[in-house]
């Protein structure tokens, strides 16, 4: 790509994508799609896509880019580089035309044609100073907090402030499941522990898990927590179940028990191919595929009966709220939630079978890309701990195939420890963190602290080399994501103060508190010996 810029004298327009973002999706329906911005870019620049996982180390860059200019981060990207490479525009989504206070996606790509057909020199030293400003870059130094179980108190009271207890929701939509921020209250205990099992044990039966293949969706829309964002990844399934299984470990309510194993076996039943690998999730917003999220009431009630639609939470005329299905999506369709206690035994197991058949016969909504090594890595961790603490042996024996795919196609413990199964792309932090606490062995967690960690200012690396001549950090991850090193570094063994210190950076926000990744860090290095 270089050489063809190089030769060419094009600028480089590059788009890096996140297989499960919306927002991506959104670029690709209506940006993309249009023959005239085809032409615009094929003609303009040398065009590439490339997924966050590909190029993990050009993401990091790519956000640390927009951090360093005060713009939105996230996913996808959209970065102009001259043929050098060097910065010359950076966004994140961009929207066809303009909305919501956004330029639009053409807006931007004419600029930086503009600018780079007004003259490449001028073009090269803006962009060598945007380069140093990048790499500059850092996040503001954390003040530290003189007491860090009361400021942890206060963020438990901000939180629970925000909860309806009846929904099981925090603050507005969209909601997602905040399996950190329920575990912090658990292990806050008392009113605040009450309060998170209260939550957890309403949204384990509600519209976010589907009771069809027990696996949970990445979000709810509207503000009752009922139309989900049909979508599902792997890691969320990890993540919700290390909730239940808190909650299980402190009640003796068996839907907690339930529930981690509803997560769990979705994951292994639906996102494996029986190897010991997993993939990263599916997508069903597509509209071939998303009917089959939502029924009408003669559809559900043609392939099973009456007293299931019931158990299913299906009416005769739908279930979405109108009022809340505001482009009439949904309009006279049941979207079904129930418990996992409900839908227990042979027969209910026949009857769900069938209806996730002809569900996958209009269209297989799972996204055939392998997870990163820290995915796995953390379900490997999962399944230990639901073996060990449900006693499910089923669990033991397929933990033994994940631990062995870590070794065989990842890798790991070797020089040649790599993010994706098979690549060449080097491990990331939370590869090593997450995989070393899956498998137990924290020399891998040392080893995320030797190649990547900065101990002068508390923050990690992405990468242990350079990109485009600047060495990128680990950037905040965006809302319902994956946790990023220094949370989870924190909860393990030994962090450095300063690191935690820099955490304590989240409780300088005047109008929200902390996140619940960052507050069970927090809690969790407070209660360690």
């Not at 939370?430 to 030797?450: F, K, N």
Request: net charge negative.
């Amino acid at each position: 790509t270089l050489a063809v810029a190089t030769h060419t004298e094009k600028p480089i327009y590059l788009f890096i994508d996140d297989p499960l973002s919306e927002l991506a999706n959104s670029m690709d329906q209506d940006t993309f799609t249009n023959a005239e911005v085809a032409v615009f870019l094929n003609e303009h620049f040398v065009c590439v896509r490339a997924s966050r996982d590909d190029v993990p180390g050009i993401a990091a860059y790519g956000q640390q880019w927009l951090a360093a200019e005060q713009k939105l981060p996230g996913w996808p990207l959209n970065l102009w580089f001259t043929p050098d490479p060097l910065p010359i525009e950076g966004a994140s989504y961009l929207p066809p035309t303009e909305e919501w206070g956004r330029e639009g996606f053409m807006v931007v790509a004419k600029r930086a044609a503009d600018q780079w057909a007004a003259g490449a020199d001028g073009v090269r030293r803006a962009a060598e100073r945007r380069q140093q400003l990048i790499a500059d870059y850092l996040p503001f130094a954390a003040e530290g907090v003189d007491d860090l179980d009361a400021a942890l108190t206060t963020a438990a009271h901000d939180w629970i402030e925000t909860l309806d207890q009846e929904s099981g929701l925090f603050g507005e939509a969209p909601h997602r499941a905040e399996p950190e921020l329920l575990r912090f209250l658990i292990q806050r205990g008392g009113k605040f522990q009450a309060a998170a099992l209260t939550a957890l044990k309403s949204r384990i039966s509600s519209p976010l898990r589907d009771p069809i293949d027990g696996g949970l969706y990445r979000s709810t829309v509207d503000t009752q927590g009922a139309i989900p964002v049909f979508q599902k990844r792997l890691t969320d399934q990890a993540r919700f179940a290390l909730a239940c299984l808190d909650a299980a470990a402190v009640s003796d309510d068996s839907i907690f028990a339930a529930g981690a194993k509803s997560v769990i076996d979705y994951a292994i039943n639906r996102l494996s191919p029986g190897d010991g690998t997993f993939i990263v999730g599916e997508d069903a917003t597509q509209s071939a595929t998303s009917m089959r999220q939502t029924w009408s009431y003669d559809e559900l009630t043609a392939m099973t009966d009456a007293k299931v639609a019931k158990t299913l939470g299906a009416l005769t005329d739908g279930n979405v709220d109108s009022a809340e299905d505001l482009e009439g999506a949904h309009a006279g369709r049941n979207i079904l939630h129930c418990s996992p206690l409900e839908t227990t035994g042979a027969t209910w197991r026949d009857t769900l079978l069938k209806l996730q058949a002809a569900r996958d016969a209009d269209g297989d909504a799972r996204i055939q890309i392998t997870a990163t090594a820290a995915d796995h890595g953390l379900m490997l961790h999962v399944m230990q701990r639901a073996a060990d603490e449900l006693g499910d042996l089923d669990y033991g024996a397929y933990l033994l195939g994940t631990r062995a795919a870590l070794l065989r196609d990842f890798a790991a413990g070797t020089e040649f420890f790599s993010h994706q199964s098979g690549s060449e792309v080097p491990a990331l932090p939370l590869d090593y963190l997450l995989v070393g606490l899956g498998l137990e062995r924290p020399e891998l967690i040392s080893e995320a602290d030797a190649h990547f960690y900065d101990n002068e200012f508390g923050l990690y690396y992405a990468t242990t080399d350079e990109v485009f001549g600047v060495r990128p950090l680990m950037g905040t991850t965006s809302a319902g994501e994956l946790p990023g090193a220094a949370s989870w570094r924190v909860t393990m063994a030994d962090p450095d103060e300063i690191l935690v210190t820099e955490l304590t950076a989240a409780f300088d926000n005047p109008d929200a508190p902390p996140a619940g990744d960052v507050l069970l860090a927090l809690q969790t290095h407070l209660s360690t010996p």
